[in-house]
């Protein structure tokens, strides 16, 4: 005891800010040499005789920070009775297993003051006594706390509209969703302004901008207290509202902005008039939060084509994923011809002759059986695979109709029709997709005939001007299918080389219960002959509509009451039979 009554003092660095009664056991000079080097509060605490947690030494550091901290209990050095018993807890734990975790979080205070710190536990070596310690430190930080709070609310806002983000959005769709009851259910509507992007093109960003705000400020106006808006993306809103009434409260929110928007907009000089569809998805118990989301942005497509908000109907998302998941299947068994053509024969109504086929693209697949043409190629359309199915098409056709030339030693008095989508007229090369199947089949021009939809040419008169005129050029015959149906002009019937007009099916099976449609087909026949065109009826499934077309001087016709469409070897047998000698 004498001698450490003669020990110089310790550097006043170096020193405990308080000396604890620790029943005998006290930091060595190596710890106090420990506690000064280290920059941040730090503290040595372990177990005194009786097993209580006990602060042996800390360096000035921690004073300060647990004079911060306000906790008494800290400050005399005594853990048991400290605010914070999750602290206790964590150092009681890590003193008995240093295995155990050694790093807490925690606040002190609430709202803008509070201070928040991050202790970190470390294993020393025992006392003297053999009691276990560890080397306490404790971080405030506060300031990168408030840092990273900020930068959310950032990340959290839309910086335009001020409104929150999509990102806030389902996070507030997934807090909600957890606190839904019987008394409260909510929805989410996604409400699209159409035609922004014109705006923009014609009158700038800057106007785009101004616009979304207005828009904005009126969709607020628009809802009800406790309903939700948020920016989800460029013309985008969400808006999460609670149901009193189920899915009436939700359509009555949609009437309510739409009424709201119906007030034209003014954007310089000028005043605009906005529309917006609407999709609304309803909320069950335990949904994920983006899987709603995108129920509702499924249902604003929806809106668009029906022109009125639309609520989520699983069954349409359903048939919408089997066309995305035929045209993945449609896309592989491209790549592995898996696809089939089948002929229809085209009756020459007046001999009874074959004159030539239809050619029909046909689906049978491995596991699903047969997909129908009306369901395989709108998706091929839309995906953009009708170029490469109509490319295939065309040199499948050709390849056919050289084997049958082939197998009778010489070219048969036949042709065959293939379709174009009118996609394939915007989008493909069609003279170059012909003289490639004829070039590669050896057929001459006049052994195909190419069957192009009114929508082909009413999309783009001018491009289909230029399509006609190359596949005349490429001496093909062109046909107009299921004329009739569409919106042509009797201007394009006139200036388009058109050889042949098909009557749609539609006018051919009601002639012989409507007289309006008799008229009809009537009139087609006399208009095709004043022009210079053959015709071929579509859909004749009797014997009364053969003779009946034949005498008002039908050129071909087509249907089941003549032979369902067949494969390749049985088309050709088909020919034969009914080839007169």
């Known amino acids: 005891m004498q001698a450490a009554a003669n020990r110089p003092a310790a550097p006043k660095s170096a020193r405990p800010a308080a000396q604890v009664d620790t029943q005998g056991v006290r930091a060595s000079a190596d710890d106090h040499a420990l506690l000064a080097a280290l920059p941040i509060a730090a503290a040595i605490v372990g177990l005194n005789g009786q097993g209580v947690l006990k602060l042996f030494a800390h360096n000035p550091r921690f004073d300060e920070v647990i004079a911060l901290t306000g906790d008494k209990a800290m400050m005399a050095g005594d853990f048991r009775g400290c605010e914070h018993l999750q602290i206790a807890q964590l150092m009681s734990e890590f003193l008995a297993d240093f295995d155990s975790p050694g790093e807490l979080d925690f606040c ?101 901008d101004e616009l979304l705000i207005t828009f904005a400020r009126r969709l607020m106006s628009a809802l009800r207290s406790g309903d939700v808006l948020a920016r989800t993306g460029g013309n985008e809103f969400g808006i999460l509202v609670g149901l009193k009434r189920g899915v009436a409260d939700a359509l009555a929110a949609a009437d309510r902005i739409q009424e709201m928007m119906s007030t034209p907009f003014k954007l310089s000089e000028l005043e605009i008039r906005v529309e917006c569809a609407i999709g609304v998805a309803l909320m069950h118990t335990g949904q994920d939060a983006e899987e709603l989301f995108r129920h509702a942005q499924f249902a604003v497509k929806q809106a668009k084509q029906a022109g009125k908000p639309q609520v989520y109907e699983p069954k349409e998302a359903s048939a919408a994923r089997r066309r995305f998941s035929i045209e993945t299947e449609l896309r592989r068994a491209l790549d592995k011809d898996q696809l089939k053509l089948f002929y229809q024969p085209l009756i020459n109504l007046k001999s009874g002759e074959v004159s030539g086929f239809e050619a029909l693209a046909r689906w049978t697949h491995e596991d699903r059986g047969e997909i129908s043409p009306t369901e395989f190629i709108p998706v091929a359309e839309e995906s953009g695979l009708i170029l490469q199915l109509g490319r295939w098409a065309m040199d499948k056709a050709a390849q056919t109709v050289a084997s049958w030339d082939k197998q009778a030693g010489e070219p048969l008095p036949v042709y065959v029709g293939v379709n174009l989508s009118a996609i394939q007229v915007a989008r493909d090369n069609i003279a170059e997709v012909v003289e490639s199947a004829l070039k590669s089949s050896g057929l001459a021009g006049n052994r195909l005939t190419l069957e192009l939809t009114e929508s082909s040419i009413v999309q783009d008169p001018g491009r289909a001007m230029r399509v006609f005129e190359a596949l005349k050029a490429l001496d093909a015959t062109v046909a107009m299918d299921d004329f009739g149906t569409g919106y042509s ?9 058109i050889d042949v007009l098909k009557i749609d099916k539609s006018f051919v099976t009601g002639m012989m219960r409507d007289a309006d449609s008799v008229a009809i087909v009537r009139a087609v026949l006399s208009l095709a002959d004043a022009l210079g065109m053959s015709t071929t009826a579509e859909g004749i499934e009797t014997v009364e509509l053969a003779t009946t077309l034949a005498a008002l001087g039908c050129s071909s016709g087509q249907g089941y009451y003549f032979a369902k469409p067949l494969e390749a070897a049985a088309a050709l047998e088909y020919w034969k039979g009914r080839r007169k000698a």
């Open 108 to 208: 002190q205070g609430d709202g803008i003051g509070a201070r928040h710190y991050r202790i970190k536990l470390a294993p020393l070596s025992r006392c003297e006594k053999g009691r276990p310690r560890c080397l306490v430190s404790m971080v405030d930080r506060t300031v990168e706390v408030r840092a990273e709070r900020t930068l959310r609310a950032e990340m959290l806002r839309d910086s335009l509209t001020g409104l929150p983000n999509r990102l806030s959005f389902t996070e507030t769709v997934e807090l909600k969703g957890g606190e839904s009851s019987r008394d409260l259910e909510h929805a989410v509507l996604v409400v699209d302004m159409l035609r922004f992007s014109r705006i923009n093109e014609s009158m700038g960003s800057l106007a785009g």
């Open 489 to 497: 002009s009797l201007a394009y019937l006139q200036r388009l080389p």
